[in-house]
Nanobody, 118 residues
Framework: QVQLVESGGGLVQAGGSLRLSCAASGGTFSPYAMGWFRQAPGKERDIVARIRWNTEIRYYAESVKGRFTISRDSTKNTVYLQMNSLKPEDTAVYYC???????????WGQGTQVTVSS
């Protein structure tokens, strides 16, 4: 059973940076892709960024393009989300997820809180 553990969240001022990490454990890990999602209070969970595990093809939501960078280290079974120029509207719980097929995110982390103060 794959387990995902996020870390790196916290409180930061607007304009600051944070790097989130998501480490996978519990078995052979070679997902179709890894994604970062976020959920703000009262809102739906939305995808922020995704990276194909083998090809490293990346996708970003429009709201974070040019500010966030997703990357992965296959030797550590870890995916990262570098977040720069943070805005108060980036405040949310951030989740990583493993996409095992093109249509299924099967494994989810517990989430890490990111709070951006103005």
């Amino acid at each position: 059973q794959v387990q995902l553990v996020e870390s790196g969240g916290g409180l930061v001022q607007a304009g600051g940076s944070l790097r989130l990490s998501c480490a996978a454990s519990g078995g052979t890990f070679s997902p179709y892709a890894m994604g970062w999602f976020r959920q703000a209070p009262g809102k739906e969970r939305d995808i922020v960024a995704r990276i194909r595990w083998n090809t490293e093809i990346r996708y970003y939501a429009e709201s974070v393009k040019g500010r966030f960078t997703i990357s992965r280290d296959s030797t550590k079974n870890t995916v990262y989300l570098q977040m720069n120029s943070l805005k108060p509207e980036d405040t949310a719980v951030y989740y990583c997820a493993a996409q095992v097929t093109p249509t299924e995110y099967r494994y989810w982390g517990q989430g890490t809180q990111v709070t951006v103060s103005s």
